[in-house]
Nanobody, 112 residues
Framework: RVQLVESGGGSVQTGGSLTLSCAAS????????MGWFRQAPGKEREGVAA????????YYANFVEGRFTISQDNAKDMVYLQMNSLKTEDTGMYYC?????RGQGTQVTVSS
């Protein structure tokens, strides 16, 4: 069974940075995609970024606008999300995903 554990969330001011980490454990041999999505209170869940085992360019949502970078360490079954120039609208619970699985989430709060 695959388990995902996120870390790295926190509270920052507008313009600040955070790096989210996700550790995958268990049988990850069938991983096709790892990434992040988020959900703010009262809003729908939205994809943030994704990276594909088979290669190719990572996916970024339009609202990322070059501020975030997704990366992966296959040897450690880790995926990261470096977030810079954070905005208040980036506030929300960020979830790691592996294929269709997700973790418990880590809270990101950006205040002005």
């Amino acid at each position: 069974r695959v388990q995902l554990v996120e870390s790295g969330g926190g509270s920052v001011q507008t313009g600040g940075s955070l790096t989210l980490s996700c550790a995958a454990s268990g049988n990850t041999s069938r991983t096709n995609c790892m990434g992040w999505f988020r959900q703010a209170p009262g809003k729908e869940r939205e994809g943030v970024a994704a990276i594909y085992t088979g290669g190719g360019d990572p996916y970024y949502a339009n609202f990322v606008e070059g501020r975030f970078t997704i990366s992966q360490d296959n040897a450690k079954d880790m995926v990261y999300l470096q977030m810079n120039s954070l905005k208040t609208e980036d506030t929300g619970m960020y979830y790691c995903r592996l294929n269709t699985l997700r973790g418990q989430g880590t809270q990101v709060t950006v205040s002005s």
